[in-house]
């Protein structure tokens, strides 16, 4: 049961993924985002990261894209045709489809392979608050700060974009 939960998670996440990059539209693509991160906090709840789950749906599907999806509403863009237009969809399910094909043996192969030699340091503490807390503010915590000033870079590059474009048009 647990094999055919991770084969359904993996490849919606791939799926997601694909329609992301694939849509032309910065709203679905912020949509189809919002379902790999579902996706992915469902893996993490398959391994017993339980807190890890829970913030992965907490702050990346929710906080995260809320923020995405603000900047593209203030940016206000608005671009022809969507996700599925003209003979597209075909090619798009198709390629969808293609690669979840060439995808699954290489997952199934990995997944199913042994994993001697691989050891989690404290099992104990994977997933756990203290476990995630300690990793963050002590290996992790540059990165954690890069991303958090990327994240303000982004945002305050928006507003100067939308305050500079309604200069120039009133």
Sequence with gaps: MSALLFYILAIGSVSC???MIL????????VALVGVMLCLAGLFAMQNAHLIAALQV???????MVLVLFVIMLLNLREK????TGRQPFI?????VLLNGL???LVSDYVMAPTTGIALT???TFGTVKGVGTMLF???????EIASILLLAALVGAVVLTKNKKNSEG
């Design 58 to 64: 907490l702050v990346y599907a929710g906080a995260i």
């Design 103 to 105: 995808l699954a043996p």
């Design 23 to 30: 849509s032309k539209k910065a709203v679905n693509s912020a």
């Design 122 to 124: 404290d099992p104990a």
């Design 138 to 144: 002590t290996e992790y915590l540059l990165p954690f």
């Design 81 to 84: 045709g969507g996700l599925l």
């Design 92 to 96: 798009q399910v198709g390629a969808v």
């Design 17 to 19: 993924a694909l329609l």
